[in-house]
């Protein structure tokens, strides 16, 4: 079964600081990832997606994660926090490949930013 | 389009009663699903379908939850004799089947509230 943690439920970065919010998962097949932002009493926004191509994948508002199999990771970045940044993020994983989609999310990071 | 609708947004009812929440996915997209998010975890499967047809549903969805989507286009979740335990948003999503496209877009949700 599928499964995801995210390593730290609430991350406090200064403004113009990098952003790393970690995100370890399990699959017993080639996973497909993703990370998802959700405002206050929003649904959930798409930033970005892993689907087996190149393994740095660059997402909306700046933000960027890496796949690293060896490590079972999909950590992700900003290099300069902005204050609209602040949000809780959500890591999902999907055992792509056939005609099940079904995402399985990790518990979230809440992410604040300081000015 | 404007993307996935939820309605209503907010829904607070008493123990006992039922509720019925509606999704309108993006017209293109043939998948729709539900999910259901509780305070400070991140959203957990229902159920998923493809047109009309419904393809999977999660052990999380007891016999007192209902969903369908009855000409492959909205959609209606009704939950029977509410329980304080079903106090969640429940968020529901849309997307094309295509192997090109991975990743949902979600509607803004609907909170329940039961007392």
């Known amino acids: 079964a599928q499964s995801v943690t995210q390593l730290g439920s609430h991350v406090s970065v200064s403004e113009g600081a990098l952003v790393l919010l970690r995100c370890n998962y399990s699959?017993?097949?080639?996973?497909?990832l993703f990370w998802y932002v959700q405002y206050p009493n929003q649904g959930l926004q798409l930033l970005l997606k892993y689907t087996s191509a190149a393994t740095l994948v660059k997402g909306i508002n700046g933000f960027e994660a890496e796949f690293k199999k060896s490590e079972t990771s999909f950590h992700l970045t900003k290099p300069s926090a902005h204050m609209s940044d602040a949000a809780e993020y959500f890591c999902?994983?999907?055992?792509?490949?056939?005609?099940?989609?079904?995402?399985?999310f990790g518990k979230g990071t809440l992410l604040t930013v300081n000015p | 389009d404007t993307g996935v609708s939820q309605d209503p947004r907010h829904k607070i009812t008493k123990r006992g009663q039922n509720v019925t929440f509606r999704c309108d996915p993006i017209s293109e997209h043939n998948r729709l699903y539900w999910y259901r998010q509780t305070l400070g975890q991140g959203p957990e499967f229902l159920t998923y379908f493809q047109n009309e047809a419904q393809l999977e549903k999660s052990r999380l969805l007891s016999d007192r939850f209902s969903a369908e989507r009855p000409k492959g286009s909205f959609s209606t979740l009704e939950i029977q004799r509410t329980e304080q335990g079903d106090s969640a948003m429940y968020l529901c999503?849309?997307?094309?089947?295509?192997?090109?496209?991975?990743?949902?877009?979600f509607g803004s949700g609907t909170r329940l509230t039961v007392v």
């Open positions: 999503a849309s997307s094309l089947p295509s192997a090109d496209n991975y990743g949902y877009t």
């Open positions: 999902a994983v999907s055992e792509g490949g056939g005609s099940n989609y079904k995402l399985t």
């Open positions: 699959s017993s097949v080639p996973p497909y």
